[in-house]
């Protein structure tokens, strides 16, 4: 064993010495760079999503919407209740015509429209009139062709005109006594008889005139 060399332990017996060091692996061994420690450099916030509050779960957004809708209709609400109120303190008075409008003026006007539009009713035409006069109780016939209506004297009946071809009326006595008998077209006398005594019979009867048109006594032609 060399001087200055470490001592080796006996085969068997247990190393008590340092470890063995070699000075030149100490001497080249690479240095590691020792470097100095710095604080972390802060950092900016990082951005919130809208509506989350840092420290707490995210909050929903306002629905501004729907409470201005709500606003709007209570207001429009309050007016329609106010015009109410208003008309029933009115007491039902009259609107004047420059506040109402076309609608209510339309339906105003149509009335007198209609009255106006409405076709005038033809004028009455001529009538014709059976008159008895005399002794009363004699038996009377009359009315256009083709009719036979009864009745006792005195009698006085107005019929309307037709388009019959004449108009005729009789009265028979019941025994002594005087009868007249008249037709009149619209008032004026057309045909006229009388009978007396007995049972004598009086007889008008009229016709128009096919070329004039006028009404004519037919028991004078």
């Not at 900016?44 to 809708?69: C, D, E, I, M, S």
């Not at 033809?122 to 016939?141: H, Q, S």
């Amino acid at each position: 064993m060399m001087p200055g060399d470490p001592q080796q332990p006996r085969p068997g017996q247990p190393y008590q010495g340092q470890p063995y060091q070699d000075p030149w692996q100490q001497q080249y061994q690479p240095q590691q760079p020792q470097y100095q420690q710095y604080p972390p450099p802060p950092y900016p916030p990082q951005a919130q999503p809208y509506g989350q509050q840092p420290g707490g779960p995210p909050r929903r957004p306002r629905r501004t919407g729907r409470k201005v809708l709500a606003i709007i209709g209570a207001a429009f609400g309050l007016i329609i209740v106010i015009s109410i109120i208003s008309a029933a303190a009115g007491g039902g008075k009259a609107v004047p015509k420059t506040a109402q409008t076309p609608a209510a003026q339309a339906a105003t006007a149509a009335p007198a429209a209609t009255r106006s539009s409405a076709p005038a009713r033809p004028a009455a035409g001529p009538k014709v009139t059976y008159v008895v006069t005399g002794t009363p109780g004699a038996d009377v016939t009359y009315g256009p062709a083709g009719s036979s209506l009864s009745g006792h004297s005195p009698m006085r009946v107005t019929r309307k005109l037709g388009h019959a071809l004449y108009y005729s009326i009789q009265a028979q006595l019941q025994g002594s006594g005087e009868v007249t008998v008249k037709i009149l077209i619209g008032g004026k006398v057309i045909s006229r008889a009388v009978a007396s005594g007995g049972y004598n019979i009086a007889m008008a009867e009229i016709s128009q005139n096919p070329l004039t048109g006028k009404w004519e006594d037919t028991q004078q032609s």
